[in-house]
């Protein structure tokens, strides 16, 4: 297809006044400068169509103003927009009550909202720490948990996220995460990547530099996001839970990209039959509307009055956008992103036959990583051609975004369907002929 000059005229201004007014900390990719939405489908402000296969990071769960949520928020806007958390209000108990429905924990749960991933985190750590009365963390390298002080300590993916920043939060050990295409472990006999990961948290962590006894929490993500989609072994989850057992310390799975669905079940913790202690959420939750929560087992949450808090916790316009939305993941996405899930991740692993460059293909439901390489065999990462298929395939009509050093993440609204994954697939291959051919 003939490719979109872009940026247009009218991207182009918007872009040269966001220069001149606009944090230059914002890691932009690609010139996309948006009108509207609708579904899987966006258009800029020069009048180009896209399909999104990046759900503003995995976040317009239920697609892009889906009438039911738009529906949600305008009648909600009506009635009132905000009353603060010193007050009551019945939709954000009805959230809270469905998310003590789907936690992922036999005991009841308890939620704290908040209105981002990096406050679920914070949260998070604030509660281990308060309920263990321990002040160390165990955190995982290419881990992204959020970009303030606290969690921006746990996330080690690039050192840019640190620079400049230092000294951060103190008491956080970061562990090899068990990457299975790049283990950071030599293995041994009868061990793989996840096996290997537990041993040397328990040998080489807490048998030698950090005691089991001052560990508050370990904090993973189920599903590594900004690190690359990557999925790890079956063995690793039932270790880990043992291990915290063991030790008393909390598992703390953060769900912000991976969770509400998006692997085909609620939490991506679920894909590895593990329950965590306390889940941070955020992202997909309220279909864009900036919404997160804490949600932990009742027992953990032994904090008082006052210990805790925010101004527009469970705000209305958020809690109504999020019931909406977990009403239409619950009875339609979930089981489609399930579906379609499958259905992309074999299209992608015949196209990866085509295309050698194409490494790797992995990821549950609708949260799908393809890693680019220079050879197969030694699995180098080619960030370079990575870069040249999200460009080649944005000129054409396909909104991808890069993860991990040369990953291209495919997570787009849980509502896809078959024949927009068939067409954003089509553009993709195309973008990738044409960056093999230009190597
Ligand atoms: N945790 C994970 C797993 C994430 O992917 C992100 C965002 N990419 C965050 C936390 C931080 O979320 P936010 O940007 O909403 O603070």
């Known amino acids: 297809m003939e490719p979109f000059k872009l940026p247009g005229p009218k991207a182009r201004a918007i872009i040269e006044r966001d220069h001149s007014v606009i944090s230059p900390s914002y890691p932009r990719g690609y010139p996309f400068v948006m009108d509207h939405g609708k579904g899987t489908e966006v258009w800029d402000v020069d009048g180009n169509r896209f399909l999104d296969f990046a759900a503003g990071i995995a976040v317009a769960s239920t697609g892009h103003s889906h009438p039911k949520v738009v529906k949600a928020i305008q009648d909600q806007a009506e009635q009132f927009i905000h009353i603060s958390s010193d007050f009551y209000h019945s939709k954000w108990v009805e959230v809270a009550e469905k998310l003590d429905q789907i936690a992922p924990f036999q005991e009841d749960a308890i939620s704290f909202m908040t209105n981002s991933g990096t406050e679920s985190v914070e949260a998070a750590i604030k509660l281990a720490r308060y309920y263990t009365g321990r002040s ?8 992204f948990h959020g970009r303030t002080m606290g969690a921006v300590t746990f996330t080690a993916s690039k050192p840019h996220y640190h620079k400049g920043f230092f000294p951060l939060m103190n008491g956080v050990v970061h562990v090899p995460y068990p990457d299975p295409y790049h283990p950071l472990l030599s293995l041994r006999k009868g061990e793989d990547i996840g096996t290997a990961v ?31 989609y990557i999925v790890p072994p079956e063995s690793f989850f039932p270790a880990l839970r043992k291990l915290c057992d063991r030790y008393g310390i909390l598992l703390i799975a953060d769900e912000v990209q991976a969770g509400v669905g998006r692997t085909g079940k609620w939490w991506s913790i679920q894909q590895f039959g593990v329950e965590p202690d306390i889940i941070c959420v955020a992202k997909g939750i309220a279909s864009g509307v900036p919404m997160g929560a804490m949600v932990a087992r009742k027992s953990v949450v032994t904090w008082p009055k006052g210990s805790h808090g925010n101004t527009y916790g469970g705000n209305p316009l958020a809690c109504a956008a999020s019931l909406a939305t977990l009403d239409l993941i619950e009875n339609q996405y979930m089981q489609n992103a399930s579906e379609m899930g499958d259905y992309t991740l074999a299209k992608l692993g015949a196209m990866a036959e085509r295309h050698p460059s194409m490494g790797c293909v992995r990821g549950r439901g609708l949260m799908i990583g393809i890693e680019f390489v220079k050879d197969p065999e030694t699995h180098k ?4 051609l990575r870069d040249a298929v999200v460009d080649l395939a944005f000129e ?15 997570s787009p609204p849980l509502s896809i369907t078959r024949a927009d994954i068939d067409e954003g697939l089509a553009i993709m291959e195309e973008a990738i002929d044409l960056a093999e051919k230009g190597r």
């Open 198 to 228: 537990i041993r040397y948290m328990e040998e080489e962590i807490l048998g030698r530099i950090l005691p089991a006894e001052d560990v508050a929490g370990i904090l993973i993500e189920p599903i590594q996001g900004e690190g690359g």
């Open 136 to 143: 160390e963390f165990i955190g995982f390298f290419g881990g």
């Open 381 to 384: 990462s080619d960030e370079k």
């Open 396 to 410: 054409r009509g396909l909104l991808l975004l890069g993860c991990g050093k040369s990953v291209i993440r495919v």
